[in-house]
């Protein structure tokens, strides 16, 4: 296909074109760098298939995707899998890795584009990080990286799931990318890996298996240097040490080279030794895989293979110095020659084949002493090596033999390749012959299975951890069907034996036993809470053990047990909780072979269904009132809060519709059910309350007129008020409505006096507003030429409904034949313009003073006496407290606090109303009622 993925790193899409480049169009956006990845042939049932890692802001994390190009259509999120980590996809052959991480990291993998599961270690060990080194020959070579830095390596079943350990302690380094591992595969070889590993006093030494990890032994060193002059090595005390990854990271020393059109060939970097030691690096080379080594060239340099492995070039490394000469070899290492490729010495930075390592041609690029541009030298070694190799030129290799066995890794391999000696080229058409005999299976053929290990005392045995119940499956395993027993060993994946003691080390078939549930996780589809009265689903999954034949009882918390067999049928339960509060929801699982357990806490909520305000429908200007609401459930109760769990806690946000409306409008926002609130300005405003917990949220708005003359009174009644009110806004508004025609017949006003305000609340509260006009002006704000006669207005028509309600003229009778009659009358807030400025001559002045000072003996008097006498007729104008509405000192409560807590009966405030033994707190100062005392004209509400 003229097929071309292309991705942009700043804007982090992923751009596909079907010609070649010369079209483009977005394949998806919020793609992980580096993470996406083509379909592969015969594994995938669509090759038009991609894979990604993409952010998604909805799930809040990356999330797996594949889509059908070229326009992403049939799109998979992989939702069950959920959000896996940043830069842990990974496509590879059979196999799909993603990592999760929580406390710890979690490798999970799909196998042939199955489910994803758990990959599960030794010991169930957990890991930091996860490095896939190889999924050749149908197997996962793993690197974990533990806590303290330790890192192991692993090898895997068949399906990538269960994993042994084959090298514990490999050098490796953590990177902000992931992590890189001293884990080099000698290409071409089946089955051979070069390792560094720690040492007791964390020293690295090399180590190198060809059989897959089956057994790791020490590098034998060259019997003698590049002199002649003898080492003096032998194992286990002294061996060869190589440099890797994390030399060439931190040291800038080259790493292993080996290709698979030069098998056989490897070249490293490296010392002789009982360790690596990174001060000291000299060149070696390998003709056979690693089995043997010879020193080729001393210190430090780049190099790089040529013409299948008939030319070997060096270019020395050195930092600082510039150089115009290299070395070849045309011998794999045995004779070297030196060429001067270049008349202005440079500064190397690296050696690269073009355009292959089949060819004959390399590049050399580095840079001036004094110039940081590169310079590239192509060399073409055609006039070398001139000679086409004949049959002649080459000879036969078989690995197995070299390390004196029949096989490895199941096969005998016979490979075809140049003879050391024959100065010729092999061409970049050569095909290598490889003759392959399968085996008969061996003993070496088969490594540990999961829960086994070697024995100490005779390696060819493997015996059970102490850690694995091999009686008991590892996976699933229903009553009445079976399950495949180890035997201790498993076939190497990557081998190809056939016959031989196949028998003797295959698994045997066993009756799946009973077995005890394990892995129990319940979950529940809320967050954060659940409401009230509303289903929750409740979730049960079970990662181990029997479920047919398994008994599991559900414990909701609030008095409900449900027992039912068989997890099909217990998986999945719907419940609702009829109170607020936090409950534990356990479930237990049942069975002759034990009991498992898991629970779970849930909070429930009431939801708020109404809010009920508590505030007049006119108010003074520059007065402050203690706006309050009450919020209620469904069925009419307060909902449950609770400050040290958190439970149901409500938050409220206020609009009192007095500021402008600005994208840096700061929201008024309180805990408490109350804002205390000034109006600067008269006029008709709109304010509205918010209340919020985490099940619902509801507003409130109510209509509001602010004056800079009125009265607020309130109007106490019969007890058959409380009998006829219904709680309901409509009985409230009728009420309400047939009070305010009462009162403008019994006043003679218009509606233009008169407001009615009855709170939705038992006691019944009911607040009358009496504010101007009075023929003077229609606007809230009275000119100041009329606010003597508007205030003397209002107070005439207070006296007038006090006297009204004295001679039982306010008086109604509602459905039922209920009479109701008003009783009282209670200033709850009044406001009216400052007198005028005295004004005449300074005996004016003097007089004046005079006369305040007599009136103010003259009220001394008369409140001595009036503290013997207290007259029925002045009752209007002060509101008695009482007695539950005071504290043990003495003090007022505060509506918007301490009487939130309180319950308040009908018959206990109808009886304090009543009681005569209240005595006024001041007189002749108002009470008000916002719980601070007394005051001066400010105004306020009583408590809900």
């Known amino acids: 296909d003229d097929w071309v993925l292309a991705y942009d790193s700043h804007s982090q899409k992923l751009y596909i074109s079907t010609n070649l480049g010369r079209q483009w169009a977005t394949l998806h956006t919020h793609v992980t760098k580096g993470h996406y990845y083509w379909a592969v042939k015969e594994v995938d049932k669509d090759e038009h298939l991609v894979h990604m890692e993409v952010y998604d802001s909805h799930a809040g994390g990356y999330l797996y995707v594949s889509c059908h190009i070229p326009h992403c259509s049939h799109k998979n999120s992989h939702h069950s899998l959920g959000t896996i980590d940043k830069n842990s996809l990974l496509v590879q052959d059979q196999y799909i890795f993603v990592e999760k991480s929580a406390v710890e990291v979690t490798l999970y993998v799909s196998w042939k584009r ?275 190799c004949t049959d002649h030129d080459y000879t036969t290799w078989v690995p197995s033999q070299e390390l004196g066995r029949q096989c490895i890794l199941g096969e005998k391999i016979v490979y075809e390749r140049r003879k050391v000696g024959s100065e010729c080229y092999n061409g970049r058409n050569y095909d290598r012959e490889i003759n392959v005999t399968t085996c008969q299976c061996t003993s070496e053929d088969f490594e540990c299975d999961y829960g086994f290990q070697r024995s100490s005392s005779n390696r060819t045995e493997c015996t059970v951890t102490d850690w694995f119940a091999p009686n008991q499956p590892l996976g699933e395993c229903p009553e009445g069907h079976y399950f495949l027993r180890s035997s201790g060993f498993r076939k190497i994946p990557s081998d190809n034996c056939t016959g031989g003691v196949t028998d003797w080390y295959k698994p045997r078939q066993v009756s799946c036993p009973l077995q005890q549930a394990e892995g129990l996780h319940v979950t529940a589809n809320v967050q954060p809470a659940a409401p009230t009265h509303t289903n929750v689903t409740f979730h049960l999954k079970q990662d181990k053990g029997s479920k047919a034949s398994t008994v599991y009882t559900w414990d909701f918390g609030d008095g409900v047990v449900i027992s039912q067999q068989g997890l099909k049928n217990s998986s999945t339960q719907v419940h609702s909780y009829d109170m607020a509060g936090t409950y534990t929801v356990s479930v237990s699982a049942n069975n002759s072979a034990g009991c498992s357990a898991t629970s779970m806490f849930i909070k429930v909520n009431d939801k708020i269904t109404t809010l009920k305000a508590c505030a007049p429908s006119a108010m003074c200007v520059n007065k402050p009132w203690n706006f309050t609401v009450t919020p209620l459930a469904g069925d009419g109760h307060v909902p449950a809060i609770s ?13 009192f519709d007095d500021e402008e409306e600005t994208d840096t409008k700061t929201p008024l926002l309180s805990w408490q059910p109350s804002m205390v609130h000034t109006y600067t300005e008269t006029g008709e405003y709109s ?83 009496v504010f101007p006009p009075c023929n003077l002006t229609k606007e809230m704000a009275v000119p100041k030429e009329n606010s003597a006669e508007a205030a003397s207005c209002v107070n005439e028509l207070t006296k007038a409904l006090k006297s009204a309600v004295d001679a039982d003229k306010v008086s109604m009778t509602l459905a039922g034949g209920l009479v109701v009659k008003a009783l009282r009358v209670y200033v709850l807030q009044e406001c009216a313009p400052p007198l005028p400025a005295p004004h005449g001559s ?49 003090e007022m409560l505060s509506p918007a606090e301490d009487f939130m807590d309180q319950e308040i009966t009908e018959e206990e405030f109808l009886d304090d109303i009543e009681d005569d033994s209240f005595q006024p707190v001041s007189q002749p100062t108002l009470v008000m009622m916002s719980g601070v005392g007394p005051s001066t004209g400010g105004g306020g509400n009583m408590p809900c």
């Open 687 to 769: 304010w509205t309350v918010e209340a919020i917990n985490p099940v619902s949220r509801i507003q409130h708005e109510e209509d509001i007129q602010v004056y800079d003359i009125l009265k607020t009174l309130e109007l106490s009644f019969t007890a058959t008020l409380d009998m006829a009110n219904k709680g309901t806004a409509q009985w409230r508004q009728q009420f309400g409505d047939l009070l305010e025609k009462q009162l403008q017949e019994v006043l003679n006003v218009s509606e233009s006096h008169l407001a009615v305000t009855v709170y939705p609340y038992i006691p019944t509260r009911v607040l009358v507003s």
């Open 842 to 890: 300074y005996q004016s002045i003097i007089a004046g003073v005079l006369a305040l000072v007599v009136i103010l003996l003259l009220i001394v008097l008369v409140g001595y006496f009036w503290k013997r006498r207290r007259e029925r007729s002045n009752w209007y104008s002060q509101m008695p407290v009482p007695t539950s509405l005071i504290n043990e000192q003495g």
């Open 114 to 388: 199955g489910d994803f599961q758990e990959a599960i270690l030794p010991r169930n060990l957990r890991a930091e990080d996860f490095h896939i080194l190889s999924t050749d020959e149908d197997q996962v070579f793993l690197a974990a990286n533990h806590r303290d830095n330790l890192t192991s390596l692993y090898l895997s079943d068949t399906t990538g799931l269960y994993y042994v350990l084959t090298l514990e302690n490999v050098v490796a380094l953590s990177l902000p990318s992931g992590f890189l591992v001293d884990v080099q595969e000698v290409k071409g070889l089946k089955g051979t890996f070069v390792a560094n590993q720690h040492t007791p006093r964390r020293n690295p030494r090399t180590l190198i298996t060809w059989d897959k990890g089956g057994e790791w032994t020490l590098v034998q060193a060259p019997e003698n240097n590049i002199h002649g002059q003898p080492f003096n090595c032998t194992l286990p005390s002294c061996s060869l040490h190589l440099h890797m990854d994390f030399s060439k990271t931190i040291y800038h020393i080259p790493s292993i080279m080996s290709r698979k059109s030069a098998v056989g060939l490897v070249m490293a970097q490296g010392n002789v030794g009982d360790d690596l030691d990174s001060m000291s690096s000299d060149v070696y080379v390998s003709h056979n895989g690693g089995l043997t080594w010879a020193q080729v060239l001393e210190d430090r340099y780049y190099f790089v293979f040529t013409d299948h492995g008939g030319a070997i070039v060096a270019v020395k490394l050195v930092s600082s110095k510039p150089t115009d000469t290299l070395e070849y070899s045309c011998t794999e290492g045995q004779s070297w020659e030196s060429f001067k490729f270049t008349d202005t010495p440079l500064l190397i930075d690296g050696v690269l084949n073009e355009p292959g390592e089949a060819t004959l041609v390399i590049l050399v690029f580095g840079h001036l002493q004094s110039d940081s541009r590169w310079y590239v030298v192509r060399l073409d070694f055609g006039s070398i090596l001139t000679a086409k």
């Open 643 to 655: 400050n040290q769990s958190g439970l149901g806690l409500i938050h409220y946000v206020w609009d």
